[in-house]
Structure formats: C-alpha cells, structure tokens
Nanobody
Framework: QVQLVESGGGLVQPGGSLRLSCAAS????????VAWFRQAPGKEREGVSC????????YYADSVKGRFTISRDNAKNTVYLQMNSLKPEDTAVYYC?????????????????WGKGTLVTVSS
C-alpha cells in the first residue's frame, strides 16, 4: 500500500524544538521531491520547505528560514523536518507530500502522494 505517514508532532513551548518525520511505504521516496506544508486554523495551506530528489537541493519559506531544516534518509525511506526556535505562529497541522523528482513550488494538488498530517502546537 502506497502511503506517507507523518509523525513527531506535539505540544512544545515557544523557543523549543521538534523533529517531524515523513515515512514512505509502497514506493521509493528517493525518487521523489518531498515538501512540507502546514495549515493553521482559519488559514490557507502554505508550503514550508522542500527537498529535491535530484541533488538534494532544499528550499524554505521566508517565515521558517534559519529555523527549520529539511533532510532525507533514503535508506530509511524517510524525510525529516527539524524545527527549532518555534513560535506560536508555527502552530498548524503539518503535512508532507511527494512529487516526482523536482520541487515545483508547493503546488498541493500537483503532488503525487500526500500524508494525513501531524499537529504541532506551540504554546506556553
């Protein structure tokens, strides 16, 4: 069965850190670019970060640049999002999604596979 499963969300205080995981099954994630999206309550979904399959190039939204790091472990068929210096405005459901080979600019409906999301809450 082809699926993406996110994990690692939870409640964290402002300034804290979390590492999200996006594990693939049923297909080889190394052949795909993987993007992280997030959707906060009452807001539209937005692209956060992406890592390509071709050369591992990484991309970040301005709002998370310098605080979040995306990486991949092809042996584990998994992509990670390390989130540091978290802020209350980072609170959202975080989704991973995969598209063939290149990051094409966070087009949700253009992705090939989607996870169901993991909730991140940043609050004191």
């Amino acid at each position: 069965q082809v699926q993406l499963v996110e994990s690692g969300g939870g409640l964290v205080q402002p300034g804290g850190s979390l590492r999200l995981s996006c594990a693939a099954s049923g297909f080889t994630l190394a052949h795909y670019a993987v993007a992280w999206f997030r959707q906060a309550p009452g807001k539209e979904r937005e692209g956060v970060s992406c890592i390509s399959a071709s050369d591992g190039s990484t991309y970040y939204a301005d709002s998370v640049k310098g605080r979040f790091t995306i990486s991949r472990d092809n042996a584990k068929n998994t992509v990670y999002l390390q989130m540091n210096s978290l802020k209350p405005e980072d609170t959202a459901v975080y989704y991973c999604a995969a598209e063939t080979y290149y990051c094409s600019g966070y087009v949700w409906n253009g992705m090939d596979y989607w996870g169901k999301g993991t909730l991140v809450t940043v609050s004191s």
